[in-house]
């Protein structure tokens, strides 16, 4: 032997596969050796293009006989002879497909993002225990297990989902797995719930400005406020069909008896912030055409839901089949049943409520061990979760979050920047306390009628959707469907005193009285995330709600007829920013020309001659986006810079219905900081100018055509930490005031996998 | 003789083991070899070495192939080499070709009189 060679080569060895064996610093989170292994690592999920996914389907836990067949855009028809072989199927397949996207968002559901990402995702983690999205969960899931038949249905679902996982060796393992270094964990019932939750998150969490608004009332005085943050805008065009009429309401409310003076006229600001807000233009489109207005006789129902969009989809489509039952369309990998989609005898789909079901109350410890809260003239003691936040590569965090009779406190000296001497606060969520709504979506896979819908949907509660529907027999309908709290005027706009259970919601809307219409006389009916009524609604319901689409649907849908197929596709895709049409002609009138730069005489010209159409080669929208963002920094900041924290400012639609009426705008068009008066033909025209100058420098990068301006793409769902993963520069035009709602970049949110 | 003998036998055995085993075997298997086919310590290093390089040469490039390149150009992305996976395929087996050689090459100092 000889010593010193063996020993060298030997240390040598060991050290390679030492290195190898661990993940190096953070841009190389996997153990490479095995990453790099065509036998185990990421070249065996390099699939050949000609797999054939019908052979891969093979259990022995079946009841009784099933079969898949993959189509040629790989869409499984799932054939089974009861439902507890179908859910089980619904789950193998959900997770043979989307297992890591399933995993990823329940564990950020729950609050375990750092599990996977580390130290980075720690304040991301906090937030969603403190928000109680596990206490909601497990809630629901209590619901459940009271329903032995549902119960089952989850259960077959789950037990279908871990049929797959305990196929996985190191080699099939899915590859986000392999990147990250890390392994599934079982499924659970309660895991399905955290994903309806992430969808409540996403969808009812965000359609608030409660903190905001109590932060913009110390600069705003409330006839301000409530002009430029309408609660109806003037051009609304609402989901049901205006001049509906609304029965007089079941409930009555009593307003709280210090509301004037512990409420109304008691600015306090609010330092703390959503540090992971929802995006509140997640939205959708959905209508329906009756028969007589299309060329089949037939009703058409179309639906386009505008969630993020990512690689891999946050939809999965499949056909679910039994002898009783025939469901086709948008599945949510995560939960079973169809959620979007058709039958044979019906078809429906859904859009977001934006109505807010979430409110703040300032609570008051006794001291800072948050154990006991001043309420109703005594200390109450709260429930106190301890959480602990496991940390990749890191020791654990520990937090507690107090629960009070509103919900968790959200808020407090330990968490956010709220400051000490500030009460915390506590938040109020419909989605704490829901019953199963997963089972809407199984009624409506087996409804045949419009009583059998309505009788599907009426027990849905959070988050609250536009279910629109259409039967073969010729039925069009739609109901804003949620378990929505019934509010007096003005309840839960802002943070409410949490010391006193007069602030506490006294009920909520029968379901009854939520907005719906049937077989409305002009033949359609549609949502787009509009305010669902007009003023006459009988309950005060605020929300975020975004008009614009609406408008433009409603005209177009009330000028076509003999419609086809075809063109109800055209109109998915439609580009016209109808908004812009109204605004335009508001700047063209305030622009002093003679005053003009060079440059903005340019583009002054071409926005001039445009069509308004916001389609990929469009620069009249680039141009128009331009001038519209700097007209809007003309007007607002100056005055809503007082509130010293982010605020929203008044939409484009508020800042178009005010033009037209007053162009002084509140006085809100002259800036502050200088000692004349600004006008709105100066201000119109001073943006324009700087526009200009903005536009040029696009115009000179080859980025004034809309599309390569706004250079929409789609992430995988570990977003810019996988750029080779997306789809950039798509050729698609689009804006979120357009049916076609894409809008100038998705999913940079988020950019923390790595660190 | 043994040269190629070594090397067929260290990249066959690698696959074996290697569909029930860790990456890592491919160490084990070729240390084994060496010992029992001895040879100068260059050649039992260059056996080791071209014996996995070889095969998770072809295997990857085989996978690839089927593939149409659609993963390992994005792989490649990830690791900043561009769309590149004919590189990735090289890289990874050399990767896996250092491992084995330095196991073989460890073998044979220890069979090596002075």
Known sequence: MRLLPFCFSALVTVLLLFILSRPIGNKVPMPLGNFLSPQTGFWQNAEDTAFDYNMDLLQSDLKGNARVYFDERLVPHVFAENDEDLYFIQGYLHARFRLFQMDLQTKAAEGRASEIAGPAAINYDKEQRRLGMKFAAENTLKEIEKDKEALARYTSYTKGINAYINTLTQSTLPLEYKILNFKPEQWSNLRTMLLLKMMAKMLSSGTENDLENTTLRTILSPTQLALLYPQVNDSLVPIIPKGTLFTEPMRKHTLPANVDSVYFSNPRAVVANEKYPEDKDNGSNNWVVAGNKTASGAPILCNDPHLELSLPSIWYEMQLSTPTSNAYGATLPGSPFVIIGFNDNIAWGVTNSQRDVKDYYAIKFKDHLKKEYWFDSAWKPAQQRVEEIKIKGQASVFDTVSYTIFGPVIYDAAYADTVAHQAALAVKWTAHHTSDDGSTFYKLNRAANYNEYVDAIKSFECPGQNFVFASKTGDIAIWQQGKFPDRWQGQGQYVMPGQDSSYLWQGYIPQNENPHALNPERGFLESANQRPVDGTYPYFIPGTYITPRGIAIEHFLSRMNSISVQNMMQLQNNYYNILANDMLPVFLEHTDEAALTTEAKKYLGIIKQWNFDAGPTSVGQTVYQFWLDSLQRNIWVDELKAAGTQVPIPGEQTLMELLKIDSTLLNFVDDKNTPQLETLTFQVTKALNSAAAMLAISEKDGKLEWAKFKEPAIYHLLKSNLPSFAREHLPVGGAGSVINAIKKVMGQAGAWWFN | ?114
């Open chain 2, 1 to 114: 003789m043994k040269f190629f003998i070594s090397i067929i036998t260290i990249g066959i055995l690698s696959f074996i083991i290697g569909l029930y085993a860790p990456w890592w075997s491919l160490a084990i298997v070729a240390f084994v070899v060496a010992l029992f086919i001895n040879q100068q310590p260059f050649s039992s290093f260059l056996s080791g070495f071209l014996g996995v390089f070889i095969l998770w040469l072809l295997l990857a490039l085989f996978i690839n192939a089927a593939n149409d390149s659609i993963l390992a150009n994005r792989i490649g992305g990830m690791f900043g080499i561009g769309q590149s996976s004919i590189l990735l395929a090289f890289i990874s087996a050399f990767v896996g070709g250092l491992v084995a050689g330095f196991a073989a090459l460890s073998a044979s100092y220890l069979r090596t009189k002075k």
